[in-house]
């Protein structure tokens, strides 16, 4: 029924669009709560096997939101009533940004994947700080996504990341330095790990000085570091003693696509993501669980799509796995049909529970 509403009616729409009209009816169903109620108990996970610790929390199952779909923190509660177990929101910047021109959000169809060049285009960190505080604080786990003020210099950015973690650390239930999207100038820099030491310890002391509890806080890189540079990214994390990384956020590679060279070509700049970045993606976990040794909780994203995909993931060293492009074309019974194929797939295994599926057939 989606797919059929989906070519009918959002394919035919500018795809930013289609996703703020899709987003508010997600807001306005979770506004009413008797609707809310009936909608999670349709759609929201309910199998107690499905239940993981990660990062310090208990969360219904491992599935969850990446960043970039709620960058504001405006729709939370709708996320998880359609079954999402944790939303991490954002990319937010210490300062308001409208983002870069549009259009500057493409599907690729035939991919099923998307192009966006979207430029961290978000409220600030003080109105999405202002905005979690005002929020009644729900069983729903919340990450919190910060990246660099464009305007910023490169020279400039531990103290940009630093505002917005005094401003949003509270806030979060684990938090996500962002270093790897594509479209801010100079932002994929700051993974060499010469820049990134310094600016993962002034998080991490920021954090640590303005809440009373330890706050989980996890690095995201791209898939396009070379494997010397994703081991180097491990082996910082553990000399920091990081809670998880985060794998991976979009591509700028272009290879191995259906849809038209000239189509493509046309687009543009962007990341890529969606199902062309599903092998990339879980080399790169491998990678990082064989390098970690399974010390640090690994966050799987970039071309999942189906439960066989979290399962996948989840055997090979992820304690949590995210989606996002997916959604948009699998739609809003997206996280039911992962939950029902993964309760399968933990029975038939003979598992009496995720965390012993984690990591099963990653090398030891």
């Not at 109105?127 to 729903?140: D, E, G, P, Y």
Request: a positive charge.
């Amino acid at each position: 029924m989606y797919k059929f509403f989906f070519n009918l009616v959002f394919r035919r729409m500018d795809p930013e669009k289609a996703h703020h009209l899709a987003f508010r009816w997600i807001r306005l169903a979770a506004s009413i709560p008797l609707l809310r109620t009936l909608v999670a108990a349709v759609l929201a996970p309910r199998d107690p096997a499905l239940r993981v610790r990660a990062l310090g929390h208990e969360m219904p199952g491992p599935f969850g939101l990446a960043a970039g779909f709620d960058k504001n923190a405006v729709g939370i509660d709708g996320l998880a009533m359609l079954g999402f177990d944790h939303v991490e929101i954002g990319t937010v910047t210490a300062q308001p940004q409208p983002g870069n021109p549009q259009p500057r959000l493409f599907r690729l169809v035939e991919d099923r994947a998307l192009i966006n060049r979207m430029g961290f285009n978000n409220e600030g960190s003080a109105a999405v700080a202002a905005r979690l505080a005002a929020r009644r604080r729900t069983a729903t786990v919340v990450g919190v996504n910060i990246g660099k003020t464009k305007v910023v210099p490169e020279a400039e950015a531990v103290g940009d990341y630093v505002t917005s973690t005094e401003r949003l650390a509270r806030h979060a239930d684990y938090f996500v330095v962002n270093v790897s999207s594509p479209n801010t100038p100079g932002l994929r820099n700051l993974q060499a790990v010469d820049q990134l030491r310094p600016l993962l310890s002034a998080v991490r002391e920021t954090l640590d000085a303005h809440t009373s509890t330890h706050v989980p806080l996890l690095v995201k890189i791209a898939p396009d570091l070379a494997d010397d540079d994703i081991d180097a990214v491990a082996d910082l994390a553990l000399e920091l003693r990081l809670d998880g990384i985060i794998a991976t956020n979009t591509t700028i590679g272009r290879e191995g696509l259906l849809t038209d060279r000239a189509k493509v070509d046309a687009i543009g700049a962007g990341g890529l993501s969606g199902a062309p970045l599903k092998a990339r993606s879980l080399d790169v976990l491998k990678r990082l669980h064989a390098r970690t040794g399974g010390q640090l909780t690994l966050v799987s994203v970039g071309g999942v799509e189906t439960a066989q995909d979290v399962w996948e993931r989840i055997l090979a060293g992820a304690s949590l796995v995210q989606g996002y492009s997916a959604f948009i074309y699998e739609g809003p019974f997206w996280c039911r049909k992962i939950h029902k194929g993964l309760s399968a797939r933990l029975r038939n295994a003979g598992y009496r529970s995720l965390a012993e599926a984690v990591g099963v057939t990653a090398p030891h």
